[in-house]
Each structure stands twice: as C-alpha cells, then as structure tokens.
C-alpha cells in the first residue's frame, strides 16, 4: 500500500477529513471530529511506513502475536492502539484494509446515538 492509497481510502469513508493537529508530519484522519487513523509522511518516504490505528485490545493482542508488522501503538495507548508497518510486505493489503476499517467503526461506536445517526 502506498500513502495515496491509503489517503483515498480513508478519505473514501463517510464523514471523514484529514487533519495535521500535531505538526506538517502527522497525517490524521477524524471521523466526526475523533481520530482513528494517523501516519507520519517522514516514515513513508524513509521507506519505515506505519499506520496507528485503534484496535479492540483483545483482537490488537492477537493482530501483534500473529504478524510481526503489527506492534503497540507508536506514541499511542498501547492497549488499544496498533502500529501497522505497511511497507515490511509482510500484511496483505486486504488485511491492512480491515484493520482502517475496524479502527474506523472502533471509533464511530464510541461516538454518541445523535452523532452515529450523522453517518447512517
């Protein structure tokens, strides 16, 4: 997966925008105004590429003792964030794919009725 690819497909979700909150490095994506995905530029174009995105803790568990391109969150919550290295070519890109979209809707059940009835 390249960075626009990735762009385009979290840009793709419903209510979603990209932000740089933290500096002109840290890409993030907010859905209603809450992350649920970030990624550093510098990282993708050292070739170092990873992707932080929330995870339920139980399944990030199991994510980081099955793959090894799938670590505790960088500069995260390391309960219930993941880093997801995406240029080792170790995760398919299909599962790269359901790991934004889990994070995606991990974030959109924390959200409250009145917003979540926002993205139906």
Not at 104 to 119: A, F, N, P, R, T
């Amino acid at each position: 997966m390249n960075i626009e690819d990735y762009r385009n497909y979290c840009l793709k979700k419903k209510e979603v925008t990209e932000h740089f909150p933290f500096n002109d490095d840290a890409l993030v994506f907010k859905v209603l105004g809450k992350m649920f995905a970030l990624t550093s530029l510098k990282r993708w174009e050292n070739g170092d590429a990873f992707i932080n995105l929330k995870c339920d803790p139980e399944y990030a568990q199991e994510l980081r003792a099955e793959y090894d391109g799938i670590k505790p969150g960088y500069h995260m919550h390391k309960k219930q964030w993941n880093s997801v290295y995406v240029q080792e070519g170790e995760l398919p890109i299909q599962l790269i794919k359901d790991l934004i979209d889990h994070s995606y809707d991990m974030v959109v059940s924390g959200l409250s009725k009145k917003l979540q009835e926002k993205l139906r």
